[in-house]
């Protein structure tokens, strides 16, 4: 499984984009890139996953490079309560065998 | 859709007594987890179950951790003796296995403190 790496901390201006990086320089190729994030007292929420391509949904997009090593969470317009603790996680196609790190702390200021 | 249900939300307990956890998954989802959450730290996966078998329970502490899934539906978490260091939230989620997302569908935790 993938290793990512995340930055521990970040800050947000509200209604701005929040971009979250996430290194995963070991993974394969037919590993997943996942997001999760979690709100205080509250259990991790799916947010989006991809492969290789970019991908878009109503919460988020996810930017993958060509080579795979780094990916970024793009938030296009946080709120407030988009503060929160997000996950990045690497995960093999047909496993589901989560392993979560310690994330990113994302706080969205007013 | 009913989501994950845990239960109790919150127990406090002192060393070296007992406790149990119980998790309700999505109806129909075959894949469930049961995480550990210490304050300041992502969950930790302490097993997985396919159905009512056990996938993954490599990270379970087995002298004291017990774990079931009766039927394939609900499962248990068991603590037995408590140690300080048990002191986290408990996670259960479940995933309806076969579809490709592979998402997974967290409850709101069982919060367990031990004095």
């Known amino acids: 499984d993938a290793k990512t790496t995340q930055p521990p901390s970040m800050d947000c201006a509200e209604g701005r984009a929040a971009n979250l990086p996430c290194n995963h320089s070991t993974i394969s190729g037919n590993e997943y890139v996942y997001w999760y994030r979690q709100i205080h007292s509250q259990g991790p929420q799916y947010i989006i996953h991809g492969l290789k391509n970019n991908e878009t949904n109503e919460m988020a997009s996810l930017i993958i490079t060509e080579d795979r090593k780094s990916s970024t969470l793009i938030l296009p317009h946080a709120t407030l309560r988009d503060t929160a603790v997000y996950y990045c996680i690497g995960l093999p196609a047909g496993t589901y065998k989560y392993i979560f790190g310690t994330g990113t702390r994302l706080k969205v200021l007013a | 859709e009913a989501g994950v249900a845990q239960s109790p939300r919150y127990k406090i307990i002192e060393k070296r007594q007992s406790v149990a956890f119980w998790c309700n998954p999505i109806s129909g989802h075959a894949t469930l987890y049961w995480y550990q959450q210490i304050l300041g730290q992502g969950p930790k996966l302490l097993i997985q179950?396919?159905?009512?078998?056990?996938?993954?329970d490599s990270q379970l502490p087995k002298d004291r951790f017990s774990a079931e899934r009766l039927k394939g539906v609900d499962s248990t978490l068991k603590i037995q003796p408590a140690k300080l260091e048990d002191s986290a939230v408990y996670l259960c989620a479940s995933s309806p296995r076969g579809l490709s997302t592979g998402e997974l569908f967290f409850g709101e935790g069982s919060r367990l403190t031990v004095l």
């Open positions: 179950f396919q159905n009512n078998g056990v996938v993954d």
